[in-house]
Antibody, heavy 122, light 107 residues
């Protein structure tokens, strides 16, 4: 079974750093892009960026460029999302999702991790 | 970035109703359109990709159509388990933007 399992909920103070993880299993981790998606409280989904674990090629949404860092360690089939200095506005649920593509318009994201709730409060 | 606009933002319907949700892209995206379902407290789940291809395991009452800029998700006969929020997503270009969501509520 293809699975993405994310790290647990975090409570942090503004200015602190944080790295959350997404561990893939049941498939060839290096061969599929992994995306990160933000969902702020009561709001919709925002695509943040994506990484190809095989060579760590990374693309960011302009809205998130410079605000977060996406990385991956293919040896332990894990992708990461990190912040160097959190803000209260980073409070959200963060999802990872595997990109699947069979050519043409069949590019989609499946499955998704269970989500990691990040709370930033003083 | 390509902007995705869903309508309506929410709707109330009864079990057995036919429900239609629309999604419009700010530029042509061919058939690069996905639909996801999200239930409260859960991660999104892929329903349809390439505008009209049903993901394995998704009930046949769900269907998708459209190409270019205008797309539709249809639930032919709404079931209790279908009350959720639905998102469209363009997979044409990076960033792969989402619509704002449509919440289907019980009437």
């Amino acid at each position: 079974e293809v699975q993405l399992v994310q790290s647990g909920a975090e409570v942090k103070k503004p200015g602190e750093s944080l790295k959350i993880s997404c561990k893939g299993s049941g498939y060839s981790f290096s061969s599929y892009w992994i995306a990160w998606v933000r969902q702020m409280p009561g709001k919709g989904l925002e695509w943040m960026g994506i990484i190809y674990p095989s060579d760590s090629d990374t693309r960011y949404s302009p809205s998130f460029q410079g605000q977060v860092t996406i990385s991956a360690d293919k040896s332990i089939t894990t992708a990461y999302l990190q912040w160097s200095s959190l803000k209260a506005s980073d409070t959200a649920i963060y999802y990872c999702a595997r990109r699947v593509s069979d050519g043409g318009s069949g590019l989609r994201f499946d499955p998704w991790g269970q989500g990691t709730l990040v709370t930033v409060s003083s | 970035d390509i902007q995705m606009t869903q309508s309506p933002s929410s709707l109330s319907a009864s079990v057995g109703d036919r429900v239609t949700i629309t999604c419009r892209a700010s530029q042509t995206i061919s058939s690069y359109l996905n639909w996801y379902q999200q239930k409260p407290g859960k991660a999104p789940v892929l329903l349809i990709y390439a505008a009209s291809v049903l993901q394995n395991g998704v009930p046949s009452r769900f269907s998708g159509s459209g190409s270019g800029t205008d797309f539709t998700l249809t639930i032919s006969s709404l079931q209790l388990e279908d009350f959720a929020t639905y998102y469209c997503q363009q997979s044409y270009s990076t960033p792969r933007t989402f619509g704002q969501g449509t919440t289907v509520e019980i009437k």
